[in-house]
């Protein structure tokens, strides 16, 4: 069982940056892939990023590419999103996934945990 716990979401003028964090619970962490996924209102989830356990292996959205990081550290059984150059068609619920499956997937059905979510909110 993992429960996921994400923060670090807010509202940002267009260009800023923001970090959001996903803390997990669970003995495994660091065999689990992770993903971030967002959901705007009226709209579909949709794929945002994805990390290996070993964070050796990397999958972006082409919306974000070359904008949005993520990185994990498993000592403290955490992930992360770095986003930069934010745009206000950024603005959604963000959310926080992990998979014991080894693909970085990138449809929803890939990943079995979620997180509650955390909404981010960037002005123009």
């Known amino acids: 069982q993992v429960q996921l716990v994400e923060s670090g979401g807010g509202l940002v003028q267009a260009g800023g940056s923001l970090r959001l964090s996903c803390a997990a619970t669970?003995?495994?962490?660091?065999?689990?892939?992770m993903g971030w996924f967002r959901q705007a209102p009226g709209k579909e989830r949709e794929f945002v990023a994805a990390?290996?356990?070993?964070?050796?292996?990397?999958r972006y959205a082409d919306s974000v590419k070359g904008r949005f990081t993520i990185s994990r550290d498993n000592v403290k059984n955490t992930v992360y999103l770095q986003m930069n150059s934010l745009k206000p068609e950024d603005t959604a619920v963000y959310f926080c996934?992990?998979?014991?499956?080894?693909?970085?997937?990138?449809?929803?059905?890939?990943?079995?945990?979620w997180g509650q979510g955390t909404q981010v909110t960037v002005s123009s």
């Open positions: 996934a992990a998979t014991n499956r080894v693909v970085l997937g990138t449809t929803p059905g890939n990943y079995k945990w």
């Open positions: 990390i290996s356990w070993s964070a050796g292996n990397t």
């Open positions: 669970g003995r495994t962490f660091s065999g689990y892939t």
